[in-house]
């Protein structure tokens, strides 16, 4: 049992990315899918699906990483949690973070799904900042 599921997600992908592996396979949530669609749409995944799996009840999402082709690599160059459930992190519309001026993206977690910085911003709403991509 994990305390921080979205940590361990996070380090799930930093450590696969490390290592050059392809595909990683972590334990389904409603907050993780959310998190992997919006790396997925903004391009730092390749792919990714959620299955079942046979032996057990519990599903898994399937996460293909991205990498260059050439130089072989990752897309993402640093994956890292902002919010902890020791201490929230929240931001308001006005306040939203750029990370790194604007290269990077902010996942938060809003009242209209997890989004990113940009995409709050555009919706004119604030959340708890989840963690930066870049």
Same mark, same amino acid.
């Given at each position: 049992?994990?305390? %921080?599921?979205?940590? %361990?997600?996070?380090?799930?992908?930093?450590?696969?990315? !490390?290592?050059?592996?392809?595909?990683?396979?972590?334990?389904? +949530?409603?907050? #993780?899918?959310?998190?992997?669609?919006?790396?997925?749409?903004?391009?730092?995944?390749?792919?990714?699906?959620?299955?079942?799996?046979? %032996? +057990?009840?519990?599903? *898994?999402? #399937?996460?293909? =990483?991205?990498? %260059?082709?050439?130089? #072989?690599?990752?897309?993402?160059?640093?994956?890292?949690?902002? +919010?902890?459930?020791? =201490?929230?992190?929240?931001?308001?519309?006005?306040?939203?973070?750029?990370?790194?001026?604007? =290269?990077?993206? !902010?996942?938060?977690?809003?009242?209209?799904?997890? =989004?990113?910085? #940009?995409?709050?911003?555009?919706?004119? *709403?604030?959340?708890?900042?989840?963690?930066?991509?870049?």
């Amino acid at each position: 049992m994990y305390s %921080d599921v979205i940590a %361990d997600l996070l380090t799930r992908i930093r450590n696969a990315s !490390a290592v050059r592996k392809r595909v990683i396979e972590v334990p389904a +949530s409603n907050m #993780k899918l959310g998190i992997v669609q919006v790396l997925y749409k903004m391009g730092y995944i390749q792919n990714f699906k959620q299955i079942e799996t046979p %032996d +057990s009840p519990k599903k *898994v999402i #399937k996460i293909a =990483l991205k990498f %260059d082709r050439i130089t #072989k690599e990752p897309a993402i160059t640093r994956i890292e949690r902002v +919010s902890t459930p020791g =201490l929230r992190q929240y931001a308001d519309a006005s306040s939203l973070p750029r990370v790194m001026n604007g =290269l990077g993206i !902010a996942i938060l977690s809003t009242s209209k799904g997890i =989004l990113t910085d #940009k995409e709050a911003r555009l919706q004119n *709403v604030g959340g708890e900042v989840l963690c930066y991509v870049y």
